[in-house]
């Protein structure tokens, strides 16, 4: 592990060497609202060597082991365009920090969210997107109400401690701005619609935080499309179904090289 300043700000990197010494384009996986590096365990190593890529894992600002956000739920809070602003600002000097162009992004939720926009703008690879938020939906809405009464009351802090040096600045930072009402027009469809990149969208059927409406209203894409749906299967396709979501991931790679 190590840190990378990026505007002076130290992240939290964890770089996976290609399996075979290939230099094909590496994956960089972005998390959820409230992963980390930590928290993705060892799922990118096993993509990486099930498709042959080496990878970049890091945890954004407030996460992990990164730098804290001062005064999250004050100064520091959040803006409605906080995910806009890691996709055109923060990803592309992190990127050129690390000397990769045209990265495969592989995103979870937000991660997913962040990965669409960067590929709206910037030249990609490919673009994998795990549960992404395109549109804000009354069900997410429930559910990160929910999240915030188990992270008072119900045990969830415990359990997040685990994978933060700052977990109440990385749950406040989070729940605050998606619980704002000035979030409720958070809608990226027409940035989706504009990328040329091949993408692949997959979530779950039981998604607490979203409905299927969350891929399908990726397309029409530019670019070519895949969507999977995964029966059983809640908001992290990596943890509830990771084998076949490292084999779908594996699929689509291989058909582009």
């Known amino acids: 592990m190590e840190k ?37 365990r060892d799922w990118p190593a096993q993509v990486c060597a099930a498709t042959g890529r ?30 806009h602003r890691e996709a055109v600002e923060v990803l592309p000097r992190l990127l050129e920090q690390l000397h990769i162009e045209r990265p495969v992004l592989l995103g979870h939720s937000d ?8 590929a709206a703008q910037f030249p990609v690879a490919a673009c994998v997107v795990m549960a992404p938020h395109v549109i804000v939906e009354d069900v997410s809405i429930r559910s990160i109400e929910e999240a915030r009464r188990a992270f008072e009351a119900g045990g969830l802090r415990e359990r997040l401690a685990r994978y933060h040096a700052d977990v109440d600045g990385a749950f406040w930072q989070w729940n605050d701005i998606w619980l704002d009402p000035a979030f409720r027009g958070f809608d990226i469809r027409p940035q989706c619609h504009r990328t040329t990149a091949p993408v692949l969208a997959i979530q779950g059927e039981d998604d607490p935080y979203g409905t299927l409406r969350q891929i399908d209203e990726i397309a029409p894409t530019l670019g070519a499309f895949e969507r999977r749906a995964l029966p059983q299967c809640g908001h992290s396709p990596q943890r ?6 490292r084999r779908l991931v594996a699929e689509f790679l291989a058909a582009l090289s």
Not at 54 to 82: F, H, N, T, W
């Open 4 to 40: 990378i300043q990026v505007d002076g700000v130290h992240l939290e990197v964890q770089r996976l060497s290609p399996p075979t010494g290939e230099s094909r384009a590496p994956i960089v996986f972005l998390h959820e609202g409230l992963g980390s590096v930590a928290m993705w």
């Open 54 to 83: 080496g990878g970049i894992v890091y945890s954004r600002r407030g996460y992990g082991e990164s730098d804290a956000v001062p005064d999250v739920r004050g100064q520091g809070r959040l803006r409605p365009d906080y995910m």
């Open 111 to 118: 991660g997913g969210s962040i990965a669409l926009l960067h």
């Open 240 to 245: 509830d179904r990771p084998e076949e979501t």
